[in-house]
């Protein structure tokens, strides 16, 4: 049994346009699939590139308001995201998250296991 939560600030790590991302539950701990993330997304947030990534992600919005954007099979969308929704994006889908309503928003946010290891980086072994 392992536990953490999102006070731990020995497992934040942030991205280049200022998301603030909780570790909580990972590979460097003993888990065998899925890493578990909180991901926190200021207001009026600078907006990260727009990404694609080979793996799935599961998205729950624990709290805020914000939109999702990008494109599905060739077709553009763009979608209000508020606390309780539940967003499930596959592998090589375009996507970008933006806090334009000047409220801020965060995700539980799960992974397979290793797929977003660039974002660890800043991170040492010894904090995990």
């Known amino acids: ?18 998301k603030r991302i909780h570790w909580l539950v990972t590979s460097e701990i003993g888990a065998p699939n899925f890493e578990m993330r909180y991901i926190e997304i200021a207001p009026n947030a600078k ?23 990008g494109k599905h099979m060739g077709q553009g969308y763009q979608t209000e995201l508020r606390a309780g929704d539940a967003i499930f994006i596959p592998g090589n889908e375009e996507h970008q998250w933006l806090t334009p309503f000047g409220e801020g928003l965060a ?22």
């Open 1 to 18: 049994m392992y536990k953490s939560d999102i006070g731990n600030r020995d497992i934040i790590s942030i991205t280049p346009s200022g």
């Open 47 to 69: 907006p990260s590139k727009t990404t694609t990534h080979s793996h799935e992600h599961e998205v729950y919005v624990v709290s805020g308001h914000g939109l999702l954007t």
């Open 107 to 128: 995700v539980i946010c799960v992974v397979p296991k290793g797929a977003e290891s660039e974002s660890k980086l800043a991170l040492s072994k010894a904090q995990l």
